[in-house]
């Protein structure tokens, strides 16, 4: 009797981005030669960078003629830049990995085999990760450990309540159903940034699950996109109000609501305290609008529109 086939294992796709991540890319880059899941397609990707990165890019795809490279003379943005390498991509599964970033070596073997483990509405898999400094030493870990168990306690499954509430998914630890990107139509290219969106749109239909172990090293640096992302000016702050307005239309329930609520307080007092007044004043009109702001809330959104006017900024 001949013995049965072995399944063969799905492709990934590792879609790596850079942008001036030169004093980074070499570990990032040998971190995905490190893995041990065979069945992987890499795009590397430059958002026209400025400091070497492109040689090094070219490099590692001349020695690795496998590797696609997608050199971008102008900045395209995140969200359209990854856009434009998943549609020529093939993987049943991808990952959006900044090249700043580390992956472990077992990181896609164990995702995948967690993934398989799930049912066909699971849309996204997700971990732990450690956070390292410029110099790729310990900081500490996204999600800590209290009496051996993660604390506070991810979620898993029907997470869309969850995601509006809170900040518990780690972005770079984040593997994808290529289905649920095909179904979304990829990144909203109107955005500055990819994940809270991603997050909103994906989890109304698909679930998310916690794979309790760390898989990536997540760089904390000065450079990151995030690090001014409630100050005047920074184009976080429309994106995240745009996507507010989104996850209000998607709201189904009184506790998917509140939970939106919680978000949207969270963010307009954020952008009151760094000074953006705008914002903040724009945040208060949302919350207003789900019939959930309290008594503080009416006098930290008044103040900030109040504080808008005086400075003559409109948003």
Known sequence: MMPA?????????????????APFLREALDSILAQT?????????DNAS??????ILQEYAARNPAWQLQLHPQNLGLC????EAYRSSRGEFLIDFATDDVLLPDRLARQVAFFQQLPSTAGMVYSNAELIDEQGCHLRYHIRQRQGKPFPAPASGWVFAEVLRRYFISTPTIMMRRATLDELHGYDETLYYEDFDFWVRASRHWQFYFLDAV??????????????AYRPGDPHLRSTLAICHKAWALCQTGEERDALAIRVRWEMRQAARWGSYGAAAAYFALLQQTGRATMLDQLVGRAARLLSRFQGKTW
């Open 5 to 21: 086939a072995t399944p063969a294992l799905p492709l990934v796709t590792i879609v790596a981005i850079c942008h001036n991540h």
């Open 37 to 45: 899941y065979p069945q992987v397609e890499v795009l590397l990707v």
């Open 50 to 55: 400025t400091d070497g990165s492109v040689g």
């Open 80 to 83: 359209r830049a990854f856009n």
């Open 215 to 228: 898989t990536t090293r997540k760089r904390q640096h000065g450079r990151a996109m995030s690090r001014g």
